[in-house]
C-alpha cells in the first residue's frame, strides 16, 4: 500500500536555519541537564561494554544453530533458510547419516557443513522464518567483531556453540553417535 509522504513547508523561521540549530541545541542540553540528575542506568548516555542496553525481545541479532538435548543437531538440510535468504550468506552441504532407507525408505540428513557470511549477513531473520524445523535461531546477542574477513565466515561449529557458555551447555565438536544407529544387514 502507497503511503503519502506530505512535503513540509519551510516557514520564513525555518530558512533562517537558526531557529531549527537552536532547538536541536535545546534539545541536546535538555540531555545534558538530565545526564546531571539522573541515576546512572537511565541516563542516554551507557558507559559500554561494563554497561549494556536490555535488548527488546524479537531482536535479531546473531544466529545459532539448535540442538536437541542430546546435542544432536536439529538442522535437517532442507536448505530453506539459504533459499529465503536475501544477502545469499548461507552456505550448506547435506550428509545422509542413517540407514532408515533400508527400513523406512528415506534417509535422515543433516549439515556436513553449515556456514554463514556474517559480512554479507543484514540479520533480517528470513532464514529463522523459513526453517521448519526451528533449528536456526537470531539472538539477541549483537556483538560481531574479527581482525580479518576470514573470522567473519561462521561455520557449522560456531554457530552450535558459541554460546554454550552463556547458556550453560557443554561444546560439542563433534556430531554424537546418530539416533538411529548404522546397522549391518544381511543381503
Ligand atoms: S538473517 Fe537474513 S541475511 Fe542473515 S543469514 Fe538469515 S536470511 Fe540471510
Ligand atoms: S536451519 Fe532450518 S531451514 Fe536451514 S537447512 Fe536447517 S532445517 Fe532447513
Not at 554497561?51 to 540442538?67: F, N, Q, S, V
Not at 546435542?71 to 542413517?98: D, L, N
Not at 524445523?133 to 574477513?149: G, H, N, P, S, T
Request: aromatic share 10%.
Amino acid at each position: 500500500m502507497g503511503v503519502i509522504v506530505k512535503k513540509v513547508e519551510l516557514t520564513w523561521l525555518d530558512r533562517t536555519y537558526v531557529w531549527p540549530v537552536l532547538q536541536g541545541m535545546a534539545i541536546t542540553f535538555g540531555h545534558f541537564i538530565r545526564n546531571l540528575f539522573t541515576t546512572t542506568p537511565n541516563r542516554y548516555t551507557v558507559q559500554y561494554p561494563e554497561m549494556k542496553r536490555e535488548i527488546p525481545d524479537g531482536y535479531r541479532g546473531l544466529h545459532e544453530l539448535k540442538r536437541f538435548e542430546g546435542g544432536e543437531i536439529k538442522c535437517v538440510a532442507c536448505f530453506m533458510c539459504q533459499e529465503a535468504c536475501p544477502a545469499r550468506c548461507i552456505s550448506i552441504e547435506a550428509e545422509e547419516f542413517s540407514d532408515l532407507n533400508i527400513t523406512q525408505g528415506f534417509q535422515e540428513k543433516r549439515p556436513a557443513k553449515f556456514s554463514i557470511d556474517m559480512l554479507r549477513c543484514i540479520c533480517c531473520g528470513m532464514c529463522e522464518e523459513a526453517c521448519p524445523k526451528d533449528a536456526i535461531w537470531l539472538r539477541k546477542d549483537y556483538e560481531l567483531a574479527a581482525y580479518d574477513r576470514l573470522s567473519m565466515q561462521y561455520g557449522k561449529w560456531d554457530l552450535m556453540n558459541t554460546y554454550s557458555d552463556a547458556d550453560g551447555k557443554a561444546h560439542i565438536n563433534q556430531d554424537p553417535t546418530p539416533s538411529v544407529p548404522r546397522r549391518t544387514i544381511a543381503l
